[in-house]
């Protein structure tokens, strides 16, 4: 079992970054494969990236490639989020989640731990 913790949301303007963090619980976190979600408001929970247990494979929605860089740190039991040239599409919250029965996880993937989740807003 894992908890997770995100952590670096706030609010930024066009064009601007930010990092995510997410922290994760136990002793196991180098075996779970590792992804980011965001729910804009009115909207459905969206895939946004993903890392494989050993930070090798990486995969992106359209939405992101190229802007955002997902990267994991198993010493420290973190996942990071680094998002460059914001948008304020890219509004939402934004969510950690883990999984062991994933290679890496895709847009379609019901993993099964969550975080709490942190806010992003983006300005025009």
């Known amino acids: 079992q894992v908890q997770l913790v995100e952590s670096g949301g706030g609010l930024v303007q066009a064009g601007g970054s930010l990092r995510l963090s997410c922290a994760a619980s136990?002793?196991?976190?180098?075996?779970?494969?590792m992804g980011w979600f965001r729910q804009a408001p009115g909207k459905d929970r969206e895939f946004v990236a993903s890392i494989s247990w050993s930070g090798g494979s990486t995969y992106y929605s359209d939405s992101v490639k190229g802007r955002f860089t997902i990267s994991r740190d198993n010493a420290k039991n973190t996942v990071y989020l680094q998002m460059n040239s914001l948008k304020p599409d890219d509004t939402a919250v934004y969510y950690c989640?883990?999984?062991?029965?994933?290679?890496?996880?895709?847009?379609?993937?019901?993993?099964?731990?969550w975080g709490q989740g942190t806010q992003v807003t983006v300005s025009s």
């Open positions: 136990g002793r196991t976190f180098d075996r779970y494969t």
């Open positions: 989640a883990a999984d062991r029965n994933y290679r890496i996880m895709v847009p379609s993937a019901t993993p099964g731990y």
